[in-house]
C-alpha cells in the first residue's frame, strides 16, 4: 500500500535509502534549496518551490525576481512552503519583509493556478511582533486551495481551514491540541508528513503519524493510509 509523505526536505536526507512504499513530496525553502529539490525529484516525485519567511528575513528580497522566475520555469505541484513565521521575526520591518515575499508567493501561485503549502509559527516574546501567525496567514489564503504544514494550531483554527476548503497535515509528534485537532477533523482533510530531517528524521516518520491519527480516531492503519494517501494524490495533482 503507497503512502505519501506530504512534506520532506529530501535533499537533505543523507545515506538513506527510500522505501517502495513512500512517496516523497520533496519541498524547498529557498531558491538554493527548491534547485536541490528539482535536481533529486524531477520525472521521479511531486515537488514544491517556494520562498519560506524565514529564507526572506535571511536573504532578503533583493533576488526575489530571479527566485520566482526559477519557481515558474520549473512547474512545481504547488508552491510552497511559504506563510509567516512571528518566532524568528523581531520587529515590525522584519514581519514586513516576510509579508511581501508571503504576497510575491501568492500572487505567483494564482497566476499559476497552483495550490499553496503554508508553513506557520507563533510569536512566543513579548514584543512588537504580532503573536498569531496562523489566524494572520488564514486571512490572506481564504478562497485558496491551500495545506497547513506541520499545522500546530488549536481545534477551532482547524475547523476554520477545513471549512474554509484547507487541508492539514498531521506530523508524528503527540500533544494534547493536536490529539484534539485530530480528533476533531475529518480524515478527508488530512495527510501526513515527516517535515524530515528537520521533525521527522526521515520519511518512515510518516508511519508513525498514521499510526498516530488510527489510534486517536479509532480506524484502522490501512484506512488512515489509504485516506492520506489519496487526500495527498488528489491536493498536488498527481497519480
Known amino acids: ?15 538513506y535509502q527510500l522505501p517502495p512504499d513512500i512517496i516523497p513530496v520533496v519541498v524547498g525553502y529557498s531558491h538554493g534549496s527548491n534547485k536541490k529539490a528539482v535536481e533529486i525529484a ?5 515537488y514544491v518551490l517556494g520562498i519560506a519567511p524565514q ?10 525576481t530571479e527566485w520566482m522566475d526559477f519557481i ?33 508567493m501568492l ?21 512588537e511582533v504580532p503573536k498569531n501567525a496562523i489566524d494572520d496567514i488564514l486571512e490572506r489564503v481564504s478562497g485558496r486551495k491551500y495545506m497547513m504544514h506541520f499545522f500546530s494550531g488549536d481545534e477551532k483554527q482547524a475547523e476554520r481551514v477545513v471549512e474554509d476548503g484547507g487541508i492539514i497535515s ?3 509528534l503527540h500533544s494534547k491540541t493536536r490529539r484534539k485537532v485530530i480528533n476533531n477533523v475529518d480524515l478527508d482533510k488530512m495527510v501526513v508528513e515527516s517535515d524530515c530531517p528537520y521533525v521527522g528524521r526521515t520519511p518512515d516518520s510518516i508511519r508513525q503519524a498514521i ?7 479509532g480506524l484502522s492503519k490501512e484506512t488512515v493510509t ?3 494517501t489519496r487526500n495527498a494524490k488528489s491536493f498536488f495533482g498527481f497519480d
Do not use: Q
Open 1 to 15: 500500500m503507497e503512502l505519501v509523505d506530504s512534506h520532506c526536505h529530501l535533499f537533505s536526507v543523507k545515506n
Open 42 to 46: 524531477r520525472g521521479k516525485y511531486p
Open 55 to 64: 529564507t526572506a528575513l535571511k536573504e532578503g528580497t533583493k533576488n526575489l
Open 72 to 104: 515558474r520555469e520549473s512547474r512545481p505541484n504547488a508552491i510552497g512552503e511559504i506563510g509567516l513565521d512571528y518566532k524568528w521575526a523581531t520587529t515590525g520591518a522584519d514581519v514586513h519583509m516576510e509579508e511581501k515575499v508571503f504576497s510575491a
Open 107 to 127: 500572487e505567483l501561485a494564482d497566476d499559476m493556478k497552483l495550490p499553496v503549502v503554508i508553513h506557520s509559527r507563533d510569536n512566543p516574546l513579548d514584543n
Open 170 to 172: 498531521v506530523i508524528h
Open 211 to 217: 499510526d498516530y491519527i488510527a489510534e486517536v480516531k
Open 226 to 228: 489509504e485516506k492520506t
